[in-house]
Nanobody
């Protein structure tokens, strides 16, 4: 089992920035990917950004020029920083931990982000 603890999010004005952190604990695989997905009201959950245990990063086209995902100094911690936020970034942001053998996904409980004047 893997537990995810999220922090960050909140209310921000358009053009502002936010940071999110996610810490994984429990039985951590040697090869994994962690990152953030988001779900806006009435829409499906979508990728925001991920980073792997080998530091491979992946960004959604909608955020790739405005987001940086990195691994924290603490083991199994991932941080996402987003700037130039837009109202369409409003969503619930979920931390995800994915391992490959066997294939399993774990999800955080989600953190709300509202981008509004």
């Amino acid at each position: 089992q893997v537990q995810l603890v999220e922090s960050g999010g909140g209310l921000v004005q358009p053009g502002g920035s936010l940071s999110f952190s996610c810490a994984a604990s429990g039985t951590i695989a040697s090869v994994w990917t962690m990152g953030w997905y988001r779900q806006a009201p009435g829409k499906e959950r979508e990728l925001v950004a991920t980073i792997s245990s080998t530091y491979i990063v992946n960004y959604a086209d909608s955020v790739k020029d405005r987001a940086i995902i990195s691994r924290g100094s603490a083991k199994n911690t991932v941080t996402l920083h987003m700037n130039s936020l837009k109202p369409e970034d409003t969503a619930v942001y979920y931390c995800n931990y994915h391992e490959y053998s066997p294939r399993r996904d774990y999800w955080g409980q989600g953190t709300h982000v509202t981008v509004s004047p």
